[in-house]
């Protein structure tokens, strides 16, 4: 006699798969179709920021050579006859040290750490942060054109580049200050910088007297502005290297007085200073 098995019926929703040795899942799928949307972006964005490394390390190498012309190649055409009345750099190396792109903008912030001659056989390490912007699929460095600054320059007071903070705040640049060994002549700056609604009152610079100079500061720093203090050494220490110092200053804005330190070294001298003092 013939058996007979009946199975019971399996309901299913409309998008719901019954997950069987072999297939996929509904929420794999998807995945799968997001990665498959989401791939060529990344390789779109890949391929953005080593286009940009090419342009950015094609025009150090010119600078390195003294190529004006092989470097004109890489500059934002409303740019070339600033870039052209620049005074050329004398550069030992460079690198990379940071990209942000912004897609929308189709521009990057590129943190460059480069070696430049300061004094004759003297290279300082420096770094710049330099706008790129993508012109016909190629990436060009915007040269800003500073003649018209260099009045207030001079004088320790100008207009805040477009680097400024989101936030509501004082600003005091650099984080530690420099007088270096090699060139004792060399004054040290520290920048303050208002992005308050209020101005800001410099009460006070307080130094050792008997290492450091004031040299100029100012007194009110209005929003929108930023101003120096000028400083010198006039310590009679000259053998000794890397001594620690400090700048205190207290700053008035609105209501409220903050008092800020500023590490300072005197007698600074790095490694390859030291390999060129032979």
Sequence with gaps: MASFCIQPEIKTHPFQMISTP??????????LLTLIAVFP????????????????????????????????????PDDLNTFLNKPSMIIGKWNIAEIKQVPDANQAQVKIDYSMETY?????????????????????????????????????????????PKEKV????????KFYKMNARQPAFIWIENYLDVPARLKSVEVD??????????ELVNPGEKARIR????????????????????????????????????????????????
């Design 41 to 76: 972006l990344l390789l779109a964005a890949a391929d953005r920021e080593d286009l940009l490394k090419e342009s950015v390390n094609a025009f150090w190498k010119a600078t390195l050579e003294k190529d004006k012309v092989k470097a004109m190649a890489y500059v934002h």
């Design 231 to 278: 400083l010198e050494y006039i310590g009679a220490e000259r053998e000794k290297e890397n001594l620690p110092a400090q700048v205190i200053m207290e700053i008035e804005a609105g209501d409220e007085v903050t008092r800020y330190t500023v590490p300072a070294t005197y007698n600074y001298i790095n490694e390859a200073m030291k390999w060129l003092q032979g």
């Design 22 to 31: 072999g297939s996929l899942t509904m929420k794999t799928i998807l995945r």
């Design 209 to 218: 007297p008997a290492l450091i100079r004031v040299a100029e500061q100012p």
């Design 170 to 177: 004082l600003r005091i640049r650099p984080d530690s200050i």
């Design 120 to 164: 004759p056989g003297i290279f300082f390490n420096l770094s710049r942060t330099d706008t790129w912007q993508l012109v016909d699929n190629a990436w060009k460095l915007r040269v800003e054109d500073k003649s018209v600054l260099m009045k207030d320059i001079f004088s320790g007071k100008t207009k805040m580049s477009n680097s400024a």
